[in-house]
């Protein structure tokens, strides 16, 4: 390892440390991190990588009704590209990702880790799409289409390849089809399936409120959305 530290001195990397430590929110708790002695052994690569963690994440302010369209395109980006994202939804906040990016997936089961009990849902741009995650009879199909687009889960007999997308045996599968114009407009967008499940890693947590959500999730996601308190209607 201390070989490196040449690199620390003669690429300047010392002053983009400093720079990323400007950057934080929190400057006097990176700043102790630095000081500590075991750090100052490291490589730079290793320190500059840790101070990169403590970067928050991007809160995106968005019109509750008219969300704007190039905001709208740097979300896009971040999902597409696999960024975990907390965003409204008709039955309040919610977390979410790419549930065809399988490193998103991952993260996003295990950020839930704690959670005794969960439900992971997978959110379709259309109704048409739902045969290709869940076995639907035809007395099903009829009676969902009604309550869709809506506030609704329904666990149905999953096909392989919604068991595929969950990463896990179960035979159950909740697809959801949300009336919100967030998630409308990030289909128009980006047509792929969202893994979704409620915006919570405790199951005592309930958050309606942007500024507490930054708090509890701004270390661990890639973008906010806010668009204001959102209580849900379910």
């Not at 960024?83 to 309040?92: A, F, N, R």
């Not at 399936?193 to 409120?209: E, G, H, V, Y």
Request: aromatic share 10%.
């Amino acid at each position: 390892i201390l070989p490196h530290m040449n690199f620390f001195t003669e690429t300047g990397s010392h002053n983009y440390v400093q720079e990323k430590i400007e950057q934080l929110e929190n400057k006097q708790n990176a700043m102790q991190v630095i000081e500590f002695g075991w750090l100052r052994a490291l490589s730079n690569y290793f320190a500059i990588l840790l101070l990169e963690a403590y970067e928050p994440c991007m809160r995106f302010e968005l019109h509750p009704e008219n969300p704007q369209k190039n905001i709208m395109k740097k979300i896009e980006k971040i999902f597409r590209d696999g960024g975990i994202l907390v965003y409204p939804t008709d039955s309040g906040y919610s977390l979410g990702c790419n549930a065809l990016d399988k490193k998103a997936v991952q993260k996003l089961y295990h950020m839930k880790r704690d959670m005794k009990k969960y439900v992971m849902a997978i959110m379709v741009a259309r109704f048409g799409e739902i045969p290709d995650f869940a076995e639907v009879e035809t007395s099903t199909y009829r009676y969902m289409k009604h309550l869709v687009p809506g506030p609704f889960t329904f666990i149905l007999q999953a096909t392989r390849h919604g068991q595929k997308i969950l990463q896990v045996k179960r035979k159950e599968v909740g697809i959801r089809m949300p009336d919100h114009v967030f998630v409308r407009d990030l289909h128009a967008l980006c047509d792929d399936p969202i893994l979704n499940t409620a915006a919570r890693i405790n199951d005592d947590d309930l958050f309606i409120d942007p500024d507490d959500i930054e708090d509890e999730f701004g270390h661990m996601v890639d973008a906010i959305i806010d668009m204001g308190e959102e209580i849900g209607r379910a």
